[in-house]
DNA sequence: ACTTTTGTACTGACCGGTCAGTGCAAAGAT
DNA sequence: ATCTTTGCACTGACCGGTCAGTACAAAAGT
């Protein structure tokens, strides 16, 4: 079948899995019959329980931090903000158990993974922080912004708003929300 | 010794090992030594391990709901804002894991956490709402704001930085944090 | 051309430890 | 007299991880 492939199925399945559920309360066993696989072949594959979710974060987190790059390439620096923000609600939107996951994993703490988990976490905020540091380089942001602080701010404020909607009013709009998001980044909150 | 007294010193000891090491690693076993307490006296108690641990959720929620409503009442709209950013700051520096806990409960999308946790989710982000509803009827903030939208961006976003906090900067103390994330609310992103 | 070997991907029955939950008789508390 | 707690042995389901073996294709040997 090829191990790409096989690897792709189980993640789709652990990703789903533990979205519902969380990581601790979902057996590999699960995990297996939902990818139509054979319990061994996930072992074969990722070497255990915590190597199958190491791997999953990464996986998934690289491709998160790839569309945020794509969308910031090329483009001037408060442009690029914009875009970043509008490729995270994106991807949120396709992949929804992802992100719970992420959000609600990532934030456990104990665990050997919790490392690795951080320097995920680092991955795709740094992409943030990048733009954020572009935008002050090029005099677009005040020179004294904490780009560490203000990136972490604007990932995780994304990334709640961006679940609230598809949970609580999955019928607005991307651009609606997305247009939200970016008055309240703008300064927007006190008046025009 | 009395139920009472008993079900104190057992939920103290779960808290504490929750907050240690958190849920799924955490053993009936040990709770009930940590709390000086037989293992059946927990099951006398409280049933069965689930319902402990919604009974431990009920109780670190009504206490977060509480830190945030006191750190509201009786300030002039903007003012409270900055408490309740301030109180939920706070909270998480004193009760990290167990916050932690709440969240990732918060964000599942199945599993019998799922309607609590909402609640949970509604109830504290519910807190921020109201603020911003009475800034915006005192005049403080612009009158087209989407409260509700803007509420769960606030209440993320002060999640989001609070956890990298923790786990990243421990050695950055709360006034500076939360004076960041107050500078980044109220639109000094782009320059004095 | 043909066997044989080697490497890779996968399978699923099985094992051993863990842990929630039970049962019960005796002791304490109110 | 009744409710509550204790201590301890016990159960049994569950689950992560293992392992011997299958399938099969691509080299390597003859």
Redesign the interface.
Known sequence: MGRNATREKVFAAAIELI????L??TTVDQIAERAGVAKGTVFYNFGSKAGLFSALLEYGVDRLAAALRDAASGRAPLDALEAVVGAELAFIGEHE?FA?LL???T?????DWQRAA?LIR?RA?GVVADVLRDAVAAG???AD??TG??A??????V???A???RTLQPGRSLGD?HA??MD?????????
């Open positions: 979205a519902e559920s969380g601790a309360a158990s719970r959000i609600a994993e934030w456990r703490s104990g665990g951080r680092e905020i677009d942001l005040r912004l904490d602080t203000a972490s701010a604007v990932f995780g404020m990334l709640t708003v679940l609230d909607w929300v939200t998001l309240l980044l703008r300064g927007r909150l006190t008046g025009p």
